[in-house]
């Protein structure tokens, strides 16, 4: 296991990083020509992403950790398997709220160390609101990070201007989100089930891993992902959860979700902070 400073260190990479191509994001979602084309899943991809996955896989080979992106992803389990650590990357996250300019996109990374993150970054280039996590520190939250495109930082630099995740609320009602674009019959069904329990019950509908990130914050309660995702979709926000003492666990089994399996589509999982039984 890598010590605790050589991982604060890591992690000042990967945050650096993710601002640097948040920066290249802006500057693309700032102009009229985005470039959207459809992947081979027909998912979309634009100039934005490419620019980002370029940004931070230049910043993360430096640390001579294999890396595991969403733009690059097609690293057969044959070599994958053997890998104790490695970075698990999404370098945009929610490129449909992108095309839809609602700001709701995020720069995820997150670094893994047999199958479970034990560091987390999401950075939100519109706001500039950086989360990020380590194994036994817990989380953090920046609220406004400004990106420039040579962006540098150190732990302790940011931990002078962090706030511990989760942050106090108080509130009667249960708050579950939801996604903007991944909704299934059975996500539906879920929730009905749940406003039977709990007749306080508040939807709240947000895109990208952000969903997970308002958990951490303490805003949400639950986030019932029962629909595909991807393990660069969830390795970031998951550390993010986790660090903040909550739970990300799949429908099936309550087993705590794992990465770099031979299937990189994750199973449907729940997020949760322990109030709703």
């Known amino acids: 296991m890598i010590e605790t400073p050589e991982l604060q260190n890591l992690l000042s990479t990967a945050i650096s990083a993710a601002v640097r191509a948040g920066y290249k994001i802006m500057e693309v979602y700032s102009s009229d020509d985005f470039q959207v084309n459809l992947k081979s899943d027909r998912t979309p991809l634009t100039l934005a992403d490419r620019l980002a996955h370029e940004e931070i896989k230049n910043s993360l080979t430096k640390t001579f950790i294999p890396v595991l992106s969403e733009e690059g992803r097609n690293i057969v389990y044959e070599e994958r398997k053997g890998w104790d650590y490695f970075w698990v990357v999404d370098p945009l996250d929610g490129t449909k709220e992108f095309i839809k300019r609602n700001g709701e996109f995020t720069v995820n990374i997150a670094l893994v160390f047999e199958q479970y993150p034990v560091a987390g970054v999401i950075y939100v280039p519109v706001t500039g609101k950086l989360y990020y996590s380590i194994k036994n520190e817990g989380s953090f939250m920046v609220s406004s990070l400004t990106a420039s495109p040579n962006y540098e930082t150190t732990f302790e630099d ?3 201007q962090s706030l511990k995740l989760p942050l106090p609320v108080e509130r009667e009602s249960i708050v579950v989100v939801e996604s903007r674009s991944h909704s299934t019959p059975e996500t539906i069904q879920y929730i009905n089930n749940l406003s039977e329990r709990y ?3 508040e939807l709240l509908p947000i895109g990208s ?6 958990i951490a914050e303490g805003k949400a309660d639950l986030y019932p992902r029962l629909s595909l995702s991807s393990e660069w ?3 970031a926000g998951q550390a993010i959860v986790e660090g903040a003492g909550f739970k990300v666990i799949t429908y099936e089994t309550g087993e705590r979700l794992s990465y ?4 990189l589509v994750n199973p449907w999982f729940v997020v949760t902070n322990g109030r709703v039984k």
């Open 199 to 201: 007749s306080k019950l």
């Open 260 to 263: 770099n399996k031979e299937d």
């Open 233 to 235: 979709d969830t390795a």
């Open 158 to 160: 940011l931990q002078s």
């Open 209 to 214: 891993s952000l969903k997970m990130c308002m």
